[in-house]
């Protein structure tokens, strides 16, 4: 099956500071990509939707000059999550489609962001 | 906003019975997959049915969809303490672009 990494898998960090967050496809070209957050013991929420070479669509309520994605090439979006604050802490996952339609998505295995 | 609902939140039960999971969504749909995640890990796929149809298996899953409803269900067969895990349905809706959103997840127990 297809592949999705994420790097890094956890990361501490201190209030005040930006941590970003790859997202690749190692073996197939993904023209979408999905960022979601997930908070202990609760479901996934999509946080932003990235085609390549195109401005992200976020969802409601999301800020998108903190949460900055940037989807440069077609193995590749990254997250970057600006000024981070203790509530920012969560495991965020991403997810890669091959089309833009409806298709398998491919999940990574996450990161565990811990703002001090 | 999350698509729908599932029940039950949680559920205990012992090595060899079976385990029945619900899921609700409130949009059309064209398909609705269901996952599987490990505590602190990613999502585990485990299989999609379409919108036209009505039951699909694998393995020891067995997934229905009743679209009238706005419903699916996933039965396990002969669980085992490796199922232990959360279950999320998950509907991808062409809502202006297609995106899958989840459910909230029941969390399964199975007690060897």
């Known amino acids: 099956g297809a592949v999705v990494s994420q790097h890094p898998s956890r990361v501490i960090c201190k209030s005040g500071t930006s941590v970003k967050i790859e997202c690749r496809s190692l073996?197939?070209?993904?023209?979408?990509m999905f960022w979601y957050r997930q908070f202990p013991k609760q479901s996934l929420m999509l946080m932003a939707t990235?085609?390549?070479?195109?401005?992200?669509?976020?969802e409601q309520g999301v800020e998108k000059d903190k949460f900055l994605i940037n989807h440069a090439s077609l193995t590749l979006s990254t997250l970057t999550v600006t000024s981070a604050h203790p509530e920012d802490s969560s495991f965020y996952i991403c997810?890669?489609?091959?089309?833009?339609?409806?298709?398998?998505?491919?999940f990574g295995p996450g990161t565990r962001l811990t703002v001090l | 906003s999350q698509q729908g609902e599932e029940d039950p939140q949680a559920l205990s039960i012992q090595e060899g019975e079976n385990a029945t999971m619900n899921c609700s969504y409130k949009?059309?749909?064209?398909?609705l997959q269901w996952y599987r995640q490990n505590s602190g890990r990613g999502l585990v796929h485990l299989i999609l049915?379409?919108?036209?149809?009505r039951e699909k298996h694998s393995g020891r899953l067995r997934v229905t969809l009743d679209t009238s409803k706005k419903s699916s269900s996933l039965l396990i067969t002969a669980s085992r303490a490796a199922d232990t895990a959360s279950y999320f349905c998950?509907?991808?809706?062409?809502?202006?672009?297609?995106?899958?959103?989840f459910g909230a997840g029941t969390r399964l127990f199975v007690k060897a």
């Open positions: 049915i379409r919108s036209n149809e």
């Open positions: 073996d197939f070209q993904a023209t979408t």
């Open positions: 990235s085609n390549e070479g195109s401005k992200a669509t976020y």
């Open positions: 949009t059309s749909i064209n398909n």
């Open positions: 997810s890669a489609k091959r089309g833009g339609g409806s298709d398998t998505q491919y």
């Open positions: 998950a509907t991808d809706a062409n809502t202006g672009g297609f995106k899958t959103i």
